[in-house]
Each structure stands twice: as C-alpha cells, then as structure tokens.
C-alpha cells in the first residue's frame, strides 16, 4: 500500500520520479505528489487522486532539480486531499518526507508538539513524523533520525530530503519495504524493485532501523546503532518489457495471458527433464518428510486460496494432516504449534504484514518455518528458513492471477514430493503425475483461445446482483478464489460455498435471477453437486457448470457448461481456475470498473 520513489543525481529528477510512481501505481492509491529541491528550495506539488492529475499540476506549474522524493497515499489517517497528500514538511521547511505506514504513538507524539509550539495543517501520522524531525534538527540529519527513530511506534518506510543538504536522501525502515539501488552518477530508493528496473538492476534491501545514504556518489548504509556497515547486493533478472501492458487493454488479461508460460516457468524450475522431482528444492529430505505429522499453512486473501488447495493436494497425496489459518487471525488465537513443527506462508509480494507478522512469530515459538513466494529478496524470503520460489514474474493488477497460478503449481509439486519421500506415492506414480501435468499449458492455452465464449456470457450477464459458487472438494477451494476475484474488480456481490452446505441455510438466499456457477470437476462427487444444481435451478437461479471434459449430468441440471480438457481430478482445479478469472475480468470490463486498480484495494498489504 502507498509507494515511495526517490532520486539524486545529474538528470531531471521530476520524470524519473513520476516514471516511479507510475511503476507502483499498481499498489493503490488515492493522491500523490512529489518534493524537488529545484536549487534554491524545496518545492512541493500535490494532487488528490490519479498520478494524471499530479502530472497536469506539474505541466501547469512545473519544477526541475537534480534530487527529489515522491508519493502516491492510500490514506490512513486523513481522508483522501491535496493537504494530506505527501510529502509533507515542517513548519520550518527544514526538510521534506514521504512515508509508508502507520505510526501507533502519532497522537502522543503531536501532543508533545503542539505543547511545544508546532502547527500542523494536515491529519496525517505522516506530519507528526517530518515536525519530530524538524524539532529536533540542529543541522545534524543522522544523529535527528536516529533519535526521532527511538520515538516512533508502529510501520513505517521514510525518505527524507533536509534543505541545508538536499542531494542527499536519508532512508528508514521498520516492517515496511524499502529497496535502494546504485547506478551511474545517481542512486535511487522505492518501496517495490519496479520503480528501480530503468536505473539499476543491483539493489540492496533496507532491513529494520537501519538507515541508508543516498548520494549521487554512493550509497552508505547503517545499522540501528549507528555502525557502518555491508549490505549484500541483489541481482534482478527481471525483464523490463514483462512489468509493461504492452497490447493489452488490461494487466489483468496480459498476466491471464500469461498464466500458460508462467507454469512452464515455474514447472520447471522444480522438475527434471525425464520427469523426476528435483529433490533438493524441496525443504525436507526423505527423513524429515517421514517424520511430519502436520503441516501448518498461514496466508492472507488469494495466497489463503492457494493454501486451502495446497490442503487438499497434500493430505490426498501425503497423507498429512494440514492446518491453513489467516495470518490477521493466527497470531491472536491459542498457538497449538510444536517447536520443529513445519510452519509455511505464502506471499506473492513477500511484504504482506500480516502475514510477516504471523511467520516472526512462528520462529520465535522454534517452527521450522518455509515460504512459498515470487520476489527474491522480499523481508518473507529473507525471513523464512527454507524458501520455495514462484516464477511468475511482475504482476501487476492488483488482482492475483498468475502469482495465484503458480502457488498452487509449487504446492502440488511440494505434495507430490512429500508423498514419495513418505512412501505414499512410487517413483513411477509420481513421474506420470507429472507426465500429466506437463499437458496443462496447452489445455489452459485453449481456454484462452476460446475465451469468446466467456466474454458473449458476461455480456448477458453483468446486470446480475448476486454470484454464488459452490464445489466439492477441492472445488470448494477453488470456488473460494473465484468468488473473491469477482468481487474484488466487478463490485458484484459473491460468495462462495460448499455445495453440500446449501441446504443448511445459504438457499434461502437464491432467487430469480441469481447466478450459480458450479464447479464440477471431480468426476466422484459429480452426481453429489447435480443434486446440489438441480436445488438452485428448480429455484430460479441460472446455473452454470463448469467441467473436467463432457459431463452427461451438467445438461440436465445448468443452463449453460463449459469444458476444460478432461484430466486427473487433482489438476483440474490448475486449469479451471482460468475461466472463473476470465469471468471476473469480463464481467468488470463489461461494467466500466477499473480492472487493474478496482476501488479500495492495493497490491501489496503492508499495514496490519
């Protein structure tokens, strides 16, 4: 949520600031603005609402400078205005400061202020932070950022420019992200590697209370005591174009798009040529595995979805016992976990603070703790014991697709490597398991091809108030992801059960023109989710089945089917998930809602 850029150097730094901003736009937000030390003074321009209006500000009454920090705000404390956008000053203007975050101790903090003389003009925690700092300010940055750091309670992510010094940026950080990278004659800090990919593509992660440098010479980077210290350096591979829309109208149906070559990606990274598990990417080797009893699983929103699927595969081919909680709520409840239990997260961005939160407090009770996510160098990748990379590349709409893709792609694969070295599964059982898996780029491929078909219903369908999924099994996972991308980018109200459910309450809310969509791809329980159609259908509801290969049953109970190729009942939900994410995407676009950047929702959580 919120993101942050800054640059010091010899160009303009105005472009390369809102080049910046539009890099992580994709994070949410509602204002934005920019402070440029344009020779003389530190020069703010501000704009509630999209980066387009900032960029008219600056055309309108433009700046330049060699050093600057920009924002874009997902208000927090503060309702969404040019005043409370950052950056923010003092009242001196001794400096300028953008934050991600959210202080806890903001209010005892302005009080002590207030009684101290200082006049604030916005609502903001973000304020609170730049008056402590120009309080304290007797032309010494480090040592006033050092001793305001002691005072501050809560998340934060800090870039600060100080007029007396304005081609330097001070950095901070604590339980926000914060990367910072060196290239030519100029450095550069952001909240996410995108910002940074045109510049540099070597970065050094800040960790928590240290403080990094910016200076167009260098970086130099501190720990919370005041020491100079080494940072390691990152190398990013990602490529430029793959973070860029390209043709497409929407992120959303570019990474959808993309999802087929994202699985061969992924794929593989973990399996052999002759269709064998490589064995040591896996975090256990055959004693350990044996060993397990459970497994403890703790996500938030699309990577919760993956991690109830990941249930499924693995207790099915394992035979062990998975627990999958929500990391907002694990920590608050009675922690019956063992020391050395198997403790996993999962996180497309690395940063969910939920998340993060919940993975601290797994080590500290001495689980062995693991990671399935897709940025290298993330605070979760670099937390986590044992990490299993994803390789879906930059995802861009705030909608998961393909990250949710190959999360669960890594979760069947981790079962199927638990279930051999458990002795569940055989050498030769697993290698046509995977043999069958290597057939899905081309079946969800032609899912894509015809997705015309997906479109012409969200066309007759987009006036619908009410969406229910229902599933079996592991259908009834998936349904849980399906309803939540069509809400979260068409405003539609949707929810998702198990189908066996219905009858204990959620019928009564089915009428006439409601829209059931069934997923029914596990051939055992089919005949049990026809009963459970024929309940909504004779009801008034529009049914819609959705198939592994023909189903006799579908027609006599849903109004419309549609088939993915037939295959193994465990990898179907791999494939079926891409026409419910086309679903959600055509009936949105059908709606005039904004795909890539739906109301309310950022990309990266990273305040509790």
Request: some cysteine; hydrophobic content about 40%; overall charge negative.
């Amino acid at each position: 949520m919120c993101g942050i850029v800054g640059y010091t150097g010899e160009k303009n730094c105005v472009p390369i600031l809102m080049n910046g901003l539009t890099s992580l736009a994709y994070r949410g937000y509602d204002s934005a603005g920019v402070a440029v030390w344009d020779g003389s003074d530190l020069v703010l321009r501000k704009a509630k609402g999209k980066i387009e209006n900032l960029k008219d500000l600056l055309e309108a009454s433009p700046v330049s400078g060699k050093s600057g920090i920009g924002h874009t705000r997902w208000a927090t404390h503060g309702e969404p205005s040019d005043v409370n956008a950052h950056p923010h000053t003092d009242s001196h203007k001794t400096l300028a400061i953008v934050h991600n975050g959210i202080i806890e101790n903001y209010q005892h903090i302005k009080s002590m202020l207030v009684k101290n003389g200082c006049v604030f003009v916005s609502e903001t925690d973000t304020e609170v932070v730049a008056q402590l700092l120009g309080y304290y300010y007797r032309g010494n940055a480090f040592a006033t950022l050092k001793q305001a750091l002691a005072m501050l309670e809560g998340s934060f992510a800090l870039a600060i420019i100080f007029a007396d010094d304005p081609e330097t940026i001070y950095c901070t950080c604590k339980d926000s992200p914060m990367v910072v990278g060196h290239g030519n004659g100029e450095s550069i800090v952001a909240s996410d590697i995108p910002a940074l990919l045109e510049y540099t593509r070597d970065v050094c992660f800040v960790q928590d209370r240290q403080i990094a440098i910016l200076r167009k010479s260098g970086i130099e980077f501190y720990d919370e005591f005041g020491a100079e210290i080494e940072k390691e350096t990152l190398h990013v591979d990602w490529d430029i174009e793959s973070a860029k829309k390209g043709n497409y109208e929407h992120f959303m149906m570019k990474e959808i798009c993309e999802e087929p070559d994202a699985f061969r990606k992924t794929y593989d990274q973990y399996v052999a040529k002759d269709f064998t598990l490589k064995s040591d990417r896996f975090p256990w080797d055959e004693a350990r595995a044996k060993a397990l009893d459970r497994i403890t699983i703790v996500s938030c929103g699309t990577a919760f979805h993956a991690g109830m699927l990941g249930k499924k595969f693995i207790e099915h081919m394992a035979k062990l016992r998975v627990d999958v909680d929500i990391a907002s709520e694990f920590r608050y409840g009675d922690l019956l976990i063992d020391k050395g239990e198997a403790f996993m997260v999962i996180s497309q961005s690395g940063e969910t603070a939920d998340t993060i939160a919940a993975l601290r407090k797994a080590k500290e009770l001495g689980c062995d703790t693991m990671a399935v996510c897709n940025v290298t160098g993330s605070t979760i990748s670099r937390e986590a014991n044992h990490v299993l990379y994803t390789y879906a590349g930059p995802e861009i709409a705030v909608a998961a697709t393909k990250s949710y893709l190959t999360q669960i792609i890594v979760l069947y694969l981790c079962a199927l490597d638990l279930a051999q070295k458990r002795g569940e599964m055989t050498q030769a059982q697993v290698t046509e398991r995977l043999k069958e898996m290597s057939k899905l780029p081309a079946a969800m491929q032609k899912v894509l091809d015809n997705k015309e078909q997906i479109q012409f219903f969200a066309s007759r369908s987009f006036a619908v108030k009410h969406v229910f999924f229902i599933g079996r099994g592991m259908d009834y996972a998936l349904a849980m992801e399906a309803a939540l991308k069509l809400k979260e980018i068409s405003y539609i109200h949707s929810e998702a059960y198990a189908a066996g459910e219905l009858k204990h309450g959620t019928i009564a809310l089915i009428e006439e023109g409601s829209l059931v969509v069934a997923l029914a791809t596990q051939p055992e329980l089919q005949a049990k989710v026809a009963s459970n159609m024929e309940e909504v259908r004779v009801r008034g509801a529009h049914v819609l089945a959705v198939t592994n290969g023909p189903w006799e049953g579908a027609a006599g109970h849903s109004h419309e089917q549609w088939q993915i190729d037939q295959m193994d009942a465990t990898l179907a939900p791999l494939c079926a998930i891409i026409p419910m994410q086309l679903l959600a995407y055509y009936l949105a676009v059908q709606k005039g809602c904004s795909v890539d950047q739906p109301r309310n929702l950022a990309k990266s959580v990273t305040v509790e």
